[in-house]
C-alpha cells in the first residue's frame, strides 16, 4: 500500500511539471517575435526548442534526471523570461484592463485627497 501511493505521489508530481512545461511553451509560443529581441532574451525560435525539449523529454523519458533537468529550463523560462516579456509588451494588469494599479478608482487614480 505504501508503494502504491509512493508511486502515486511521483505521478501527480511528474503530471504538475508536465503541464507546467506545457503552459511555458504554450505562452513562449503565442509571444511576438520581436518581443524576445527587446527583452535582451534569447530568440523565440531558441525558446520554443528549448520548451519543446522539455516537453518531450518529460513524455517519452519521465527519468528523475532528465525531468528535472526540464523543470530548470522551464523555471526558467517562467521566472525570468515571461515577466520581462511582459514587461516589454505591456502584459499585466491583473486582468483587469491594461496599466491600472491597486490604487486606481472607478474614475481614475486615487491620490489620498491631495
Do not use: C
Request: hydrophobic share 50%; no cysteine.
Amino acid at each position: 500500500m505504501f508503494y502504491e501511493t509512493f508511486l502515486s505521489l511521483w505521478f501527480y508530481l511528474f503530471l504538475g511539471l508536465l503541464i507546467m512545461s506545457g503552459y511555458a511553451l504554450i505562452h513562449a509560443a503565442l509571444q511576438r517575435e520581436d518581443a524576445f529581441r527587446a527583452a535582451d532574451k534569447q530568440t523565440k525560435p531558441t525558446w520554443l526548442m528549448i520548451l519543446g525539449g522539455a516537453v518531450a523529454v518529460q513524455l517519452v523519458f519521465p527519468w528523475l534526471l532528465l525531468v528535472l533537468v526540464s523543470t530548470v529550463a522551464t523555471i526558467v523560462y517562467l521566472v525570468d523570461v515571461r515577466p520581462a516579456l511582459r514587461a516589454v509588451t505591456g502584459g499585466g494588469g491583473g486582468g483587469r484592463g491594461g496599466g491600472w494599479s491597486s490604487s486606481d478608482g472607478p474614475y481614475g487614480p486615487y491620490n489620498g485627497g491631495r
